[in-house]
């Protein structure tokens, strides 16, 4: 017998107003309804959250681990980014 | 930064139902944020329809007079940091037009509103940078102005206005120390060079004054922003806090501020200042300042010279598409 697999969704919760979606976890659901509310159910039994977003997993495209070092390679250079680069007289340096 | 709210008032005729108002308003009292999911009235989502956009558009026509100085920057050290710096004002922008999507505008609207000139954005960014201490003079003068506005707008009613505000602030202390580093640089120069940083701060500091907005008893959305705090200080509050700030920066660094009537009032501790030339300032809104319709034009050409390049990525993924679906 082949039975076909449950969805895998991804579950994002924002805990409180004002905060911004986190992800949680996964949850395996037939269609985006049933996702939300197996989202609630396993997210948010003790108030966790009061919004919830699931998303399909095929959905979402992550970077390659393996090439990491060349994805953020140009961010470690780049140290004048920072303001402790810059030097200011003391009576200024709290800018 | 950026909000000094100019366009026509956001009073909506229609009429909004009284108890979800006031529902709505005692959610705001009590500090809760507003998301986009949420109910809010009409006019509230108009308000930061409007302001957030006209800060996003600010970051984006701000990166122009910055940009000026980039292939004439004196070293590769200046250069790079004033890349890194534009660069940030481009991202500033895209999170503000994020932040204004979630409230139901598309982009394209946005970005249409600005080419069309129907969008304002700040008036500091129609002034010219003539010599290279503008670069120093805008980091610390415009992006410190900004600083103080933006500060506030970090907790702004509307949580993806005040998390893109987070962000953003992060990343501003670097910009008003290249800058003022900078400026420091160049008062350890030659005699010339330092009339260079003299010469642009006589003709910034005023333009920066007039970030805040017009003075309070002429400011017309000051009330309703301050009801549903997503004003916390007012024009003029904000611009004495810069004020007070900046005059002691200005003495640090050795140089005189343009404005006669600048005395310490010892009583308040704060710094008396004169008054902008305000007749200036609605000019340069109306469209008439230094560089208007050169800002205008160069967007519209980087819009318009950018076409190929989007239409080229959708036609490559499109291709992509229609391989995958045919194997
Ligand atoms: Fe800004
Ligand atoms: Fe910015
Ligand atoms: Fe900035």
Known sequence: MSEQATPLWEVFIRARNGMSHRHAGSVHAADAEMALQAARDVYTRRGEGLSIWVVPSAAIIANDPDEKGEMFEPTASKIYRHPTFYELPDEVANM | ?327
């Open chain 2, 1 to 327: 930064m950026y909000t000094q709210a100019l366009n026509n008032p956001a009073v909506e005729a229609g009429v909004e139902d009284e108890e979800k108002l006031a529902a709505f308003q005692a959610r705001i009292d009590r500090e809760e944020k507003i998301e986009p999911n949420d109910w809010m009235p009409a006019a509230y989502r108009k308000t930061l329809v409007r302001q957030i956009s006209q800060h996003a558009h600010s970051e984006v026509v701000g990166m122009l007079p910055e940009g000026n100085w980039v292939t004439r920057a004196p070293s590769l050290k200046r250069k790079a940091i004033l890349l890194a710096k534009i660069q940030d004002e481009g991202g500033h922008g895209l999170y503000l037009y994020s932040a204004a999507e979630t409230l139901g505008v598309s982009r394209e609207e946005l970005v249409d509103q600005l080419l069309s000139g129907k969008a304002k954005y700040s008036s500091i960014f129609n002034y010219p940078t003539l010599n290279w201490a503008d670069v120093g003079a805008v980091g610390w003068l415009v992006d410190g102005a900004a600083i103080m506005n933006q500060i506030p707008l970090c907790r702004c009613s509307f949580g993806p206005y005040s998390r893109a505000m987070i962000r953003i602030c992060k990343e501003e202390s670097f910009h008003q120390r290249q800058g003022y580093d900078l400026l420091v640089a160049m008062m350890k120069g030659t005699a010339e060079q330092q009339e260079m940083v003299q010469d642009a701060v006589n003709r910034l500091w005023w333009p920066a004054l007039m970030m805040f907005g017009p003075s309070d008893k002429d400011s017309k959305h000051s009330a309703d922003s301050m009801k549903w705090k997503i004003k916390r200080f007012t024009n003029d509050e904000l611009r004495q806090k810069f004020v007070d700030a900046t005059v002691p920066q200005a003495k640090v660094l050795g140089i005189s501020l343009p404005d006669p009537d600048l005395k310490l009032n010892e009583e308040t501790g704060h710094w008396e200042h004169g008054e902008p030339d305000w007749d200036e300032f609605y000019n340069t809104i109306k469209g008439n300042g230094i560089c208007n319709k050169q800002r205008m034009k160069d967007r519209i050409k980087a819009h318009e010279d950018g076409a190929w390049v989007r239409e080229a990525a959708q036609a490559y993924a499109a291709k992509q598409a229609a391989k995958k679906s045919a194997a």
